[in-house]
């Protein structure tokens, strides 16, 4: 089992920039896959983006294609994710999952989840 805690949320004007941050704790990061995923409030939660267990995969949804970047430092047991030209629409709690890693389509199959962050863009 893998535990996570996400960082970094906050207020931030339209234009600007946030980078999240989630560790992990338990067993070997290496064995995970890692993704984001949002929930604004009224809304279901959705999918942001996701990077395999290696970094050599990753996947963005539409909405924040080219604007967000996922990475990862294995050594520090952290996935981040690079908020660039944030927008009112973003504006939701972003929570860090993980899956046990495979090759399978990176969007699918998340079962470890942290408590969340609040990303509060302000127009």
């Known amino acids: 089992q893998v535990q996570l805690v996400e960082s970094g949320g906050g207020l931030v004007q339209a234009g600007g920039s946030l980078r999240l941050s989630c560790v992990a704790s338990?067993?070997?990061?290496?064995?995970?896959?890692m993704g984001w995923f949002r929930q604004s409030p009224g809304k279901e939660r959705e999918f942001a983006a996701a990077i395999s267990w290696s970094g050599g995969r990753t996947y963005y949804a539409d909405s924040v294609k080219g604007r967000f970047t996922i990475s990862r430092d294995n050594a520090k047991n952290t996935v981040y994710l690079q908020m660039d030209s944030l927008k009112a629409d973003d504006t939701a709690v972003y929570y860090c999952a993980a899956r046990i890693r495979t090759g399978a389509s990176l969007l699918l199959s998340y079962k470890y989840w942290g408590q969340g962050t609040q990303v509060t863009v302000s127009s």
């Open positions: 338990g067993r070997a990061f290496i064995m995970y896959d």
